[in-house]
C-alpha cells in the first residue's frame, strides 16, 4: 500500500522510578477521564530517542548522513564567531557579532538567558561563519564590519530559508522531523513530519513519597550519639504502564528529508532515509526508556505491546481506551498489561466498525498481551515493514 500516516502504539511500564519531573521535582500528570495520571512529556520521550547512546538513535544517524544539527542560544558566539576572533580586529569582530546575534535573536540578543534556543544544522552554522567571514575580510574597523552587515542582512538571499532551498536538509534531520520555530526568519520554520503525544498511565497514578538519608562515614555514634546521617531527604517515585502514541506524516517525511512536492512524494524520489527514519523510530520506541535519576532507580524498560498502522485517513488515537481506567485490582488471574491490551483491542474494533478506515497493521508483544487477528512480529521484522512501507510506495 502506499501509506499517508503511520501510526505507532505503545504499552510500556516501569515500576519505582521518576521518569519526568516538574518545575517542584515532582511527577508529571494529566487529568483524564475520572482519574488522574502520571505522564511523560512528549519533549521528554523525543529527547530520548534523539539522544539514546544507541546506534539507531537519530543524533547517529543524523552524524551518518551529514545532517546533524544544534540546539542552542550560544551558536553565533561559539561556532560562528569564535573560530574567527584569532584572524581578524577584535573590535570589527564584535561587530559583526551583534549584528548576527539581532538578526537571530532580536530584542534578546545581548542576554543568553532570554534568548530562545534554536535548532541550527551544521549546514546553517558553517554558512553563517562564512558569511561573518567574508564581511570580515573586508571590513578592518568595527563601523565598516557594521555596515558590512547590515548590507549583507539586506540582501535577499541571507537568510535561513533562502539557503535552505539550495541545500538539502540545510536545517538538519532533527528539524526535518520534529519541525523548528525560527520567529526571526518564519519563512525557515519547518512543519513537525512526526508527532508525538504525551505517555501516560492507563490506570490512576501510583505515587510513593521515598524517604532517604546519607550517611557520613566519618561519624561515630558511639562517641556524641549522632545517628551519622549527613542529610534526610524525600522524592517521589511512581508505577505504572503507560500508552503512548506516535504519528507519521509520510508525505511530509518525504517533502523535508528530499524537497519534493508532497503531492510527488511517492513519485521518483529516494526515500531511503525515510524508510531508515520510521525503522530507527520502531525500534526506539521499544527499546529506549526516558528516565532520570538513573544512579538510584535502573529506569530501563522495554515495551510490552507496539502496534503499527498503516493508512490514508486521518489517523486516531487509542489514548480512549482508557479514558476509562483500568482497575489495578486484580481480575480473573489477568494480569493488568493482558486488561489492557484488552481495553485497546475494545476500542480499536470499535472503531473499526465504526469507520472502517482500513487501516493494515503489524504489531509486537509479550505473549500474554498479544492481539487477537493481527499478525505478531519480532521488533527487527517489525521495524523492516514499516520501513519497507515508505521504501516501497507508489504514486
Known amino acids: 500500500m502506499t501509506p499517508r500516516f503511520i501510526q505507532i502504539h505503545f504499552l510500556s511500564a516501569w515500576p519505582g522510578v521518576l521518569l519526568n519531573r516538574d518545575d517542584a521535582g515532582l511527577a508529571k500528570r494529566l487529568p483524564f477521564g475520572p482519574a488522574v495520571r502520571t505522564r511523560v512529556s512528549s519533549q521528554c520521550l523525543k529527547r530520548h530517542w534523539r539522544m539514546a547512546d544507541d546506534p539507531r538513535a537519530l543524533h547517529q544517524l543524523a552524524a551518518q548522513e551529514g545532517v546533524a544539527s544544534l540546539r542552542t542560544k550560544l551558536a553565533i558566539e561559539r561556532l560562528v564567531i569564535e573560530p574567527l576572533r584569532a584572524?581578524?580586529?577584535?573590535?570589527?569582530?564584535?561587530?559583526?557579532?551583534?549584528?548576527?546575534?539581532?538578526?537571530?535573536?532580536?530584542?534578546?540578543?545581548?542576554?543568553?538567558?532570554?534568548?530562545?534556543?534554536?535548532?541550527?544544522?551544521?549546514?546553517?552554522?558553517?554558512?553563517?561563519?562564512?558569511?561573518?567571514?567574508?564581511?570580515?575580510?573586508?571590513?578592518?574597523?568595527?563601523?565598516?564590519?557594521?555596515?558590512?552587515?547590515?548590507?549583507?542582512?539586506?540582501?535577499?538571499?541571507?537568510?535561513?530559508?533562502?539557503?535552505?532551498?539550495?541545500?538539502?536538509?540545510?536545517?538538519?534531520?532533527?528539524a526535518a522531523l520534529f519541525g523548528r520555530m525560527v520567529t526571526s526568519d518564519v519563512k525557515a520554520n519547518t512543519d513537525?513530519?512526526?508527532?508525538?503525544?504525551?505517555?501516560?498511565?492507563?490506570?490512576?497514578?501510583?505515587?510513593?513519597?521515598?524517604?532517604?538519608?546519607?550517611?557520613?562515614?566519618l561519624r561515630n555514634r558511639e562517641d556524641d550519639g549522632d545517628s551519622g546521617a549527613a542529610g534526610v531527604f524525600d522524592t517521589e517515585l511512581t508505577s505504572g504502564l503507560y500508552y503512548g502514541y506516535v504519528v507519521v506524516d509520510v508525505p511530509l517525511l518525504v517533502k523535508n528529508l528530499t524537497g519534493c512536492?508532497?503531492?510527488?512524494?511517492?513519485?521518483?524520489?529516494?526515500?531511503?532515509?525515510?524508510?531508515?527514519v520510521v525503522e530507527n523510530l520502531v525500534w526506539l520506541i521499544a527499546e529506549i526508556s526516558p528516565g532520570a535519576k538513573k544512579g538510584s532507580t535502573a529506569p530501563y524498560s522495554r515495551a510490552e505491546l507496539v502496534l503499527v498502522e498503516a493508512g490514508e485517513r486521518q489517523p486516531r488515537s487509542l489514548a480512549n481506551a482508557f479514558r476509562q481506567p483500568v482497575s489495578l485490582a486484580p481480575h480473573h488471574n489477568e494480569s493488568l498489561g493482558r486488561r489492557s491490551a484488552d481495553a485497546l483491542a475494545a476500542h480499536l474494533a470499535a472503531l473499526d466498525e465504526t469507520y472502517a478506515t482500513g487501516e493494515v497493521r503489524r504489531h509486537l508483544?509479550?505473549?500474554d498481551l498479544a492481539l487477537p487477528g493481527v499478525d505478531r512480529l519480532p521488533l527487527a521484522t517489525l521495524a523492516q515493514w514499516a520501513g519497507g512501507l515508505v521504501r516501497a510506495a507508489q504514486a
Do not use: C
Open 87 to 174: 584572524r581578524y580586529p577584535q573590535e570589527a569582530v564584535d561587530a559583526v557579532q551583534e549584528a548576527f546575534l539581532t538578526k537571530f535573536y532580536g530584542k534578546n540578543a545581548k542576554d543568553p538567558k532570554q534568548r530562545q534556543a534554536l535548532l541550527f544544522g551544521e549546514a546553517e552554522i558553517a554558512w553563517m561563519r562564512g558569511n561573518a567571514e567574508a564581511i570580515l575580510k573586508d571590513a578592518p574597523d568595527s563601523k565598516s564590519a557594521e555596515a558590512g552587515a547590515a548590507a549583507f542582512f539586506k540582501e535577499e538571499k541571507a537568510n535561513l530559508a533562502a539557503f535552505g532551498k539550495s541545500v538539502a536538509l540545510a536545517a538538519g534531520l532533527e
Open 192 to 217: 513537525a513530519a512526526i508527532h508525538v503525544a504525551h505517555a501516560f498511565t492507563v490506570h490512576d497514578e501510583q505515587p510513593e513519597l521515598d524517604y532517604f538519608t546519607v550517611v557520613d562515614d
Open 261 to 276: 512536492a508532497m503531492a510527488n512524494w511517492a513519485g521518483d524520489q529516494d526515500r531511503t532515509l525515510a524508510a531508515q
Open 365 to 367: 508483544a509479550l505473549p
